[in-house]
């Protein structure tokens, strides 16, 4: 039979190794993708759901810790500092209430889609993916977990446990953008994130990230970088290094949804408003290193 | 661990449950097939539209993605267990807000709406849009249902009005409502419904679903190709559980088919040749689970694929293959409308606008897939086919099936289940003859459900459009002349795309006047999915090219665009382009009627713009016109009532209801027209055997022709009463245990239908009348009568566009429409809802991508959060022609939609949208354009 769903990581390890059955979460992508009545695709299915040690969202002095079987909606519904906002406003944009409800984080990640709500503030976080086999446990930091559209770094025997925002990350404040043919449940055109550190109004630290505008969602470094020292009222100055960097790092194509131009010229948009969003919110917060988990 | 032999116990409904199938399996199959909580109702398994929503261990969550197994020692609450969780008021709600219309989409709302009203008992609409936004809803634009959730605590709201006597113009609930409110509706794909297995003509019944072989057809993966098939015989004795695989050989009739006989030319089963992506080659019949696990990809049929031709200009190019080859230049027909000389006239006008506009498939996305189930009934010792599915044109399925199948009319019946919706989609035959044709070869009940992407693929869509107009006027903004051009993608076969040739030159001039006008239409073959009917055949996107330029002349005259539209305004007593004179002509009262909310909206735009740069408003307006019924043919309804023994008063009204409120309507006109109060009537049908033809539910003309017929029959029943009672005109009628009691000057006099012998179809008294609205053919330049009544309209949208990222949110739209009399004052404006999500949807969004967008994923519809506030602004000028006065309506509500909005969008920012939808890559390129251009 082709259908597990073990209570311990253990079990679940050993049917990995043994038998490289589909891993199975929220199923809003696993099922969403066959049409008939039975089970999806006729491949054996791991459910990873009933394994305890995979669910909630755990603060600790290394920063927080999101269980590979933690759904959207219980991101939504944390208590997490401003630095984690961006991740709780792609939470609310995930499909509807039913999807968030289901959908878990990690298997947004492991799906691999370029659209994938997830992937920009958890890049802007600089989230490492744990994973776990019978022979090894890994950390992979995000940006080199996606490889490419529907691909990631996980071997056949290895899953996602946990995705991990350091603590470092949790400083400051951040936001998502993405924009949509309509209002709900809507895929991407293009999305954005940003978080950023403030003092005395001078941008001390900035994560960029922009998706759905190249195989797999972008950090902005070079523009990162010249933000810094900055004084976050004259971000829009420095509007021009942004669209030179979007234009050599970004690669969008057209689709039914938009062209490549309109993308390459609304991800700019996008960016400038998480980053506005984020220095609104960085600077309204106490002067402090931002708060720890 | 062998989950196969494993109970799985679950809570649902409070009830403790323990399922022996397979752990992997969708929730809401189980639901469905093996709990028989059928109330789960499934459009997408695919997360998409929400109607599969049923709470789990509290939450919404979509039961087609969740395995059973996920919902182990959990509690699930569908919508079969509302009441029992003290939320049967909510349902209660729901029918009294008219929150369903077909009702498909209604179990999913109620469940999300559940999990919202425990959290939240007194939502407010916001809280309210956001809880509701994964749920699809076709028919109603969301209004009434948002407002049934904000006041399902509220006990005042719930309660139902008071039974009056009169029963025209007053908005009871919808009489057939409570079964699409408590889950309870049997559609398509649902078990049959008691009634009908009391039915003893029905029988033999196939004794549950699973005793029914499961049907699927194996379709074209490519635009246009030529096929050969293995051997099927082989293939199928390798295949267990496989009792039958059918093909265009095994059809015993005609393999054609065609709403419109004279251009019938559809095969069932296409024979060597397919012309679109999603045409069926073969069927292939048997038990559930050797249906559900064979993979079509593996069925022996070979594929040479062949170029397509995907649009009108390569259609139509000089050396284009032929999609018919009796169709030269692949035109299906060219319908045209010549009045005066309109190129001279342009000539000599002062201003002259111009444009061309480009429009997509639009898909009509109802939440039902098509479904349904066929099996051989005993009727008095002759076999009979009965079809039961959803449909809008029952006796034109009979039809059709009776010679695709070979087998006479009588031999044919076709039961309509409750249809989650129809807007023109579901008038073409799809799964009836597949079903049909299966069931006579294996003498068992056969079944099918399509699934989203079937029903995407292989059902029709509207037109893509491609038109090109110039409109003339003087300096006085006083129209001169208009010339109409368009093509018309009508894609592989002809469906309706005559109706949309004829309709499209008739009103392409909007309700207005003009000397001169030539307008031409052609119906173009492609290897595209056939286009059909769809809310307005082809009117919506005449009026968006027409409206576009009235506002450019508008602006080169400098006058204010809604005054440019009652300057040129038909009146009373003037004459259409196809010289009909008109009697009453309600266009003017529509545009009078937003003159005040326009000039405040103008104004609040313009203080917005004053102090915003990246978020502009807009206001836009346009009209609408449209004729009811069938265009210059005959399109006869009948309705039949009788009095049982036992003074049952009973309606046999054929007039589908897919959700537009057929049946509560006519029931009104007949309720009025008979003098008994509506509670007293009994409804009976559809269904061929039961009902006389009441036509199909298209073309908006079921209230004013149906309804004029029971109208008619309903003053015939009553003549015949009170001649019983020797009674005058004036008597009052009432029914009491049974007794007709009639009242006049005092008197009483009583009739008790027991002393009465019964009559043709058991009846003591009974009165059967046809109506078939007068016209005329038109002739080689289209003049003549073409439809007896036209409704009116005009609506005004506020927009609100971004200009840095091109999304434009629809903040407010106003609807004037001239219904002649409102029936049904709150059917009517559920359907102005409706009609202006979907024209919002035709504006904004949607486009359907043949091979591309063949899901709720990728093709858009509106959701809760797109749609804006809705003012319906109800105007009765009564036509002599319609019952009570009432025109037909449902139609009519989107064709002003879009053009509204895209005028709006103008108004807003410059850009001047030529190709639908506007998405926002479009409206910012548009927006680009017209800052060059005004450089
Ligand atoms: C209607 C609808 C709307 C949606 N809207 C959005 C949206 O707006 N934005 C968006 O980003 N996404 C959207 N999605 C996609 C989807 O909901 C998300 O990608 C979701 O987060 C996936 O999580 P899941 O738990 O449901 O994954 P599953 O479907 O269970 O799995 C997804 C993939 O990840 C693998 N996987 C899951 N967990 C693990 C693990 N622990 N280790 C290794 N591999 C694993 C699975 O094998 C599978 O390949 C939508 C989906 C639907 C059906
Ligand atoms: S059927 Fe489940 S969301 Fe459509
Ligand atoms: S009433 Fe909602 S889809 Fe028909």
Redesign the pocket.
């Known amino acids: 039979m082709s259908y597990h769903r073990p209570q311990d990581l253990a079990s679940a390890y050993h049917l990995l190794a043994e038998r490289a059955p589909?891993?199975?979460?929220?199923?809003?992508?696993?099922?969403?993708s066959s049409e008939g009545p039975g089970r999806p695709d006729g491949a054996e299915l791991l459910d990873?759901t009933a394994i305890r040690a995979l669910h909630g969202i755990c603060p600790s002095p290394q920063g927080w810790r999101i269980g590979?079987a933690t759904t959207?909606a219980e991101v939504a519904g944390a208590d997490l500092p401003p630095a984690l906002d961006a991740l709780k406003q792609a939470a609310r944009?995930?499909?509807?209430p039913q999807?968030q409800n289901?959908?878990?984080?990690?298997?947004?990640l492991?799906?691999a889609?370029p659209?994938?709500?997830?992937v920009p503030p958890l890049l802007v976080l600089d989230a490492m993916v744990e994973t776990g086999s019978l022979r090894r446990a890994r950390m992979i930091p995000l940006r080199k977990f996606v490889t490419g559209p529907r691909t990631t770094a996980?071997r056949t025997d290895e899953?996602?446990i946990a995705v991990h925002v350091p603590a470092s990350a949790g400083k400051g404040a951040s936001a998502f953008e993405k924009i949509g043919a309509r209002r709900h449940?809507?895929?991407?055109i293009a999305m954005a994130a940003a978080r950023m550190v403030t003092r005395q109004g001078q941008i001390t630290e900035a994560a960029i990230s922009v998706g759905a505008c190249s195989p797999v969602a972008r950090r902005l470094t070079a523009f990162e970088k010249m933000l810094k020292g900055t004084a976050a009222t004259r971000i829009a100055d420095l509007r021009p290094h942004l669209e030179q960097e979007l234009a050599e790092c970004l690669s969008p194509i057209d689709d039914l949804r938009a062209d490549a131009a309109y993308r390459a010229h609304v991800a700019g948009a996008l960016v400038l408003r998480c980053l506005a969003r984020a220095a609104s919110g960085a600077t309204s917060q106490p002067e402090s290193e931002g708060e720890g988990p | 661990m062998t989950p196969a032999a494993t109970w799985i116990s679950l809570q649902v409904n409070g009830r403790h449950y323990r399922s022996c199938a397979p752990p992997d399996r969708r929730l809401a199959d189980v639901l469905r097939d093996e709990m028989g909580l059928s109330g789960t109702k499934i459009g997408c398994n695919?997360?998409?539209c929400g109607a599969c929503t049923v709470l789990l261990d509290g939450a919404p969550i979509c039961a087609c993605?969740t395995p059973l197994g996920q919902a182990e020692g959990r509690e699930v609450l569908t919508v079969e267990g509302l009441e029992g969780v003290g939320l049967g008021h909510l349902q209660h709600s729901f029918l009294a807000h008219g929150a369903a219309q077909c009702g498909i989409c209604t179990p999913g709302m109620l469940m999300a709406a559940a999990a919202l009203l425990r959290r939240i008992p007194h939502p407010g609409p916001d809280q309210a849009q956001e809880a509701l936004s994964g749920v699809l809803c076709r028919c109603t634009g969301y209004a009434r249902i948002i407002k049934a959730v904000c006041h399902a605590n509220d006990p005042r709201s719930n309660t139902p009005p008071p039974p009056e006597r009169q029963a025209v113009g007053i908005s009871v609930p919808r009489l057939d409502g409570m079964p699409k409110c408590d889950g309870s509706e049997s559609f398509g794909a649902d078990p049959l419904p008691p009634d009908l297995l009391a039915d003893a003509s029905c029988g033999p019944f196939p004794a549950s679903l699973d005793d029914s072989l499961m049907v699927r057809a194996i379709r074209s993966p490519h635009h246009h190709a030529q096929f050969t098939f293995g051997d099927l015989a082989t293939w199928q004795a390798r295949h267990p559980g496989i009792e039958a695989v059918l093909t265009a050989r095994d059809i015993p009739g005609r393999n054609c088919f065609g709403v419109i006989p004279a251009f019938a030319d559809q095969p069932v089963l296409a024979e060597g040749r397919v012309r679109f992506r999603g045409e069926a080659v073969a069927l292939v019949a048997g038990d559930q689970t050797a249906v559900a696990a064979f993979d079509p990809a593996d069925f022996p049929v070979s594929w040479h694929p062949l170029p397509a031709l995907m649009d009108c200009v390569s259609a139509r190019a000089e050396e284009a293959p032929l999609v018919h080859p009796d169709r030269a230049g692949n035109l299906l027909i060219a319908g045209r409308v010549c009045h005066g000389n309109a190129e001279d006239a342009l000539a000599g006008a002062a201003h002259v606008a111009q444009a061309e506009v480009e429009t997509a498939f639009v898909e009509h996305a109802y939440i039902e897939p098509e479904a349904g189930i066929a099996w051989l009934a005993d009727e008095g010792g002759k076999q009979v086919l009965i079809i039961r599915a959803c449909t809008q044109a029952p006796v034109m399925d009979r039809d059709a099936c009776a010679e695709i199948l070979a087998l006479p009319e009588e031999q044919v019946r076709i039961i309509p289940s409750a249809t989650g919706g129809g807007f023109g989609g579901k008038l073409d035959v799809s799964l009836q003859p597949l079903i049909g044709l299966a069931t006579l070869h294996t003498g068992k009940p056969c079944r099918m459900v399509y699934s989203r992407r079937e029903s995407m693929m292989s059902t029709t869509k509207r037109h893509p459009a491609r038109m090109h107009a110039r409109i003339g006027c003087d300096h006085r903004g006083r129209l001169a002349a208009m010339v109409f051009e368009g093509d018309f993608n009508t894609g592989a076969h002809a469906s309706w795309g005559p109706t949309v040739a004829g309709r499209v030159p008739v009103h392409a001039s909007g309700p207005y006047r003009m000397a001169h006008y030539h307008a031409e239409a052609r119906a173009i073959h492609t290897n595209g999915p056939p286009s059909g009917a769809f809310r307005g055949f082809g009117v919506p996107q005449a009026a968006i090219i027409q409206e576009m330029l009235f506002d450019d002349l508008a602006a080169r005259c400098g006058i204010d665009r809604l005054t440019f539209r009652l300057r040129n305004a038909l009146d009373d007593g003037d004459r259409t382009r196809t010289g009909q004179c008109l009697e009453t002509v309600g266009i003017r009262a529509c545009l009078k009627a937003l003159e005040a909310p326009w000039k405040s909206a103008l104004a609040a735009a313009r203080s917005w713009n004053a102090a915003h740069d990246e978020t502009r408003r807009g206001v836009g307006i346009a009209g609408c016109w449209y004729g009811c019924g069938n265009t210059a043919l005959p399109n006869p309804s009948t309705i039949r009532a009788g009095i049982t023994p036992k003074g049952r008063v009973c309606l046999h009204q054929g007039a589908t209801d897919i959700g537009q409120g057929a049946n509560t309507v006519i029931a009104q006109i007949f309720a009025e027209a008979l003098g008994l109060p509506l509670s007293e009537i009994v409804l009976i049908g559809p269904d061929t055997a039961h009902t006389p033809d009441a036509g199909k539910t298209s073309a908006s003309r079921q209230t004013c022709v149906s309804g004029r017929a029971a109208l008619a029959c309903g003053q015939s029943l009553r003549a015949r009463i009170l001649r019983r009672l020797n009674m005058g005109e004036n008597a009052e009628l009432s029914l009491s245990h049974g007794t007709i009691i009639g009242h006049e000057n005092g008197k009483e006099a009583r009739l008790d239908p027991t002393h009465l012998p019964p009559g043709k179809h058991g009846y003591v008294l009974m009165a059967e009348e046809t109506h078939d609205p007068p016209t005329t053919p038109l002739d080689e330049n289209g003049q003549g009568v073409p439809y007896a009544i036209y409704g009116w309209g005009a609506q005004m949208a506020e927009v609100e566009v971004n200009t840095t990222t091109g999304r434009v949110r629809v903040r407010h739209v106003h609807a004037a429409h001239d219904l002649g009399r409102a029936i049904n004052p709150s059917l009517a404006e559920g359907q102005i809802e409706g009609g202006i999500a979907q024209g919002i949807g035709l504006a904004l969004m949607e486009e359907y991508i043949p091979g591309h967008s063949e899901n709720l994923?990728d093709y858009l519809i509106p959701t809760t959060g797109d749609m804006p506030e809705i003012t319906p602004i109800l105007i009765e000028r009564p036509d002599p022609e319609g019952p009570f006065g009432a025109r037909g309506l449902g139609e009519h509500v989107l064709i002003p939609t879009a053009p509204a909005i895209l005028n709006a969008i103008r108004h807003a920012c410059g850009a001047r949208i030529t190709r639908l939808p506007a998405l926002p890559h479009r409206v910012l390129a548009a927006i680009r354009q017209a800052g060059e251009n005004g450089k």
């Open positions: 589909r891993l199975l979460a929220g199923g809003t992508d696993v099922y969403a990873i590979a959207w944009e995930i499909g509807s999807i289901r959908a878990t984080v990690a298997g947004n492991c799906n889609s659209a994938a709500d997830g996980l899953m996602v449940m809507v895929i991407s | 695919a997360g998409d993605l994923h």
